[in-house]
């Protein structure tokens, strides 16, 4: 476990990942650039979750790639191998399907992901709930940010048990966006 992961294999990943997310941006009011989400995913399993595996920190990295640009699971393959991509594709929603079916299934099947896609998953909601309540999109509505707190808090419900840090940080990180969204509310949620 003290090993780090292969350096040039993370950064063909960044490169890569970074080229499929080019022209995309958070929801955020700053229009963070996109990349930067799944890097702070990969930094914080491998700096909390301590996380060597590069398959692991890769599929990190290309988390978001095949469900948000027009990435393919053979193209993953081709350049990063049949298990980051067979990662990737298990943390990736069917964008077919509307958006409260993908979020029911993404409760459902949390349980029953195997437990490296277990852990790129929770890095996934925990920076998310970070920006959720630091840097939100302009045009949610507290209701509809709270909503999302607790449907994270779903989520995240049934990835528990792999990583006791990380799933520290995610309870913390979650009690701080709830305070943050009372304070804003005057105490109201």
């Given amino acids: 476990m003290s090993e780090i992961p292969n350096t040039a ?3 063909a990943a960044l490169k890569f990942a970074a080229f499929k997310h080019r022209t995309q941006t958070r929801k955020n009011v700053e229009k963070t650039p996109y990349i930067n989400h799944p890097i ?34 053979e193209e993953l393959i081709e350049h990063f191998g049949s298990d980051v991509a067979g990662l990737v594709m298990e943390c990736t ?16 099947n949390a349980s029953h992901k195997s437990p490296r896609a277990r852990l790129i998953k929770i890095a996934d909601k925990i920076s998310n709930i970070t920006d959720m309540a630091n840097t939100p999109p302009p045009d949610w509505s507290l209701l509809r940010r709270v909503e999302y707190l607790d449907w994270a808090a779903a989520v995240v419900a049934g990835l528990r048990g792999e990583n006791s840090e990380l ?23």
Avoid: M, W, Y
Wanted: charged letters at 40%; proline letters at 1%.
């Fill in 167 to 189: 799933d520290k940080l995610f309870d913390s990180r979650l009690a701080e966006a709830k305070d943050r969204l009372a304070v804003e509310t005057g105490g109201l949620c």
């Fill in 9 to 11: 294999a993370v950064f």
């Fill in 40 to 73: 702070e995913v990969a930094e914080i399993l491998i700096r909390v979750a301590k996380v060597r595996d590069t398959e692991t920190i890769l599929a990190a990295v290309l988390h978001d790639t095949v469900e948000d640009t027009d990435t393919t699971k």
């Fill in 93 to 108: 929603d069917d964008k077919n399907l509307p958006k409260a079916e993908r979020k029911r299934l993404q409760i459902d």
